[in-house]
């Protein structure tokens, strides 16, 4: 079974940063990409950043373009979201989603974790 494990949330003061991780473990697993998305209280979840492993192309939105960036680790299936500048707009739960080989979709998704920035 495939797990996808997110940390490095909490709380932090505006213009601080936070560090996320997400780590895929099971032994077939494998993907084509692994992407960072947010759920903020009453509102839908959205995307935020992904990042193929086929070329290694990243995409963000643009509420968090040039503030956030995600990369991967050299081996496995690990990313990384360093969030640089926060806002009190950032605040979510931010979850960590895989899109395994032969699915069109996002398909493994985290159990998130929450950011809180404080004004």
């Known amino acids: 079974q495939v797990r996808l494990q997110e940390s490095g949330g909490g709380l932090v003061q505006a213009g601080g940063s936070l560090r996320l991780s997400c780590s895929a473990s099971?032994?077939?697993?494998?993907?084509?990409?692994m992407g960072w998305f947010r759920q903020a209280p009453g509102k839908e979840r959205e995307f935020v950043a992904s990042k193929r492993w086929s070329g290694a192309s990243t995409y963000y939105s643009d509420a968090v373009k040039d503030r956030f960036t995600i990369s991967r680790a050299l081996h496995g299936y690990t990313v990384y979201l360093q969030m640089n500048s926060l806002k009190p707009e950032d605040t979510a739960v931010y979850y960590c989603?895989?899109?395994?080989?032969?699915?069109?979709?996002?398909?493994?998704w985290g159990q998130g974790t929450q950011v809180t920035v404080t004004s």
């Open positions: 099971g032994r077939t697993f494998s993907a084509v990409a």
């Open positions: 989603a895989a899109q395994q080989t032969g699915a069109n979709a996002y398909n493994i």
